[in-house]
Nanobody, 121 residues
Framework: QVQLVESGGGLVQAGGSLRLSCAAS????????MGWFRQAPGKERQFVAS????????YYADSVKGRFTISRDNAKNTVYLQMNSLKPEDTAVYYC??????????????WGQGTQVTVSS
């Protein structure tokens, strides 16, 4: 069982930056691929980024490539999403997820509760 708690969301102007954090419980964090997804109102949840258990490989949706960076600190059981050059279309609830078997394609086994990111124009 893995419990995930996101933090770092908020309101930011277009062009600004935010860093999301996701703290995981348990001693097996370093065995999981970790990912970030987002869901805007009236839309389906979509993949944003993921990272392999060691942190050696990362994957991104085309819409965020070059602007967002996923990273992890296995000593702190935490995964991060650095979001730069934010756009109004990035507004969504952002979810952290953990996957036992693969970082990409990412098939989540556990989800966090989500954190709201709002980008004003």
């Amino acid at each position: 069982q893995v419990q995930l708690v996101e933090s770092g969301g908020g309101l930011v102007q277009a062009g600004g930056s935010l860093r999301l954090s996701c703290a995981a419980s348990g001693r097996t964090f370093s065995r999981y691929g970790m990912g970030w997804f987002r869901q805007a109102p009236g839309k389906e949840r979509q993949f944003v980024a993921s990272i392999t258990p060691s942190g050696g490989s990362t994957y991104y949706a085309d819409s965020v490539k070059g602007r967002f960076t996923i990273s992890r600190d296995n000593a702190k059981n935490t995964v991060y999403l650095q979001m730069n050059s934010l756009k109004p279309e990035d507004t969504a609830v952002y979810y952290c997820a953990a996957a036992r078997n693969s970082a990409y394609p990412f098939r989540a086994d556990y989800w966090g509760q989500g954190t709201q990111v709002t980008v004003s124009s």
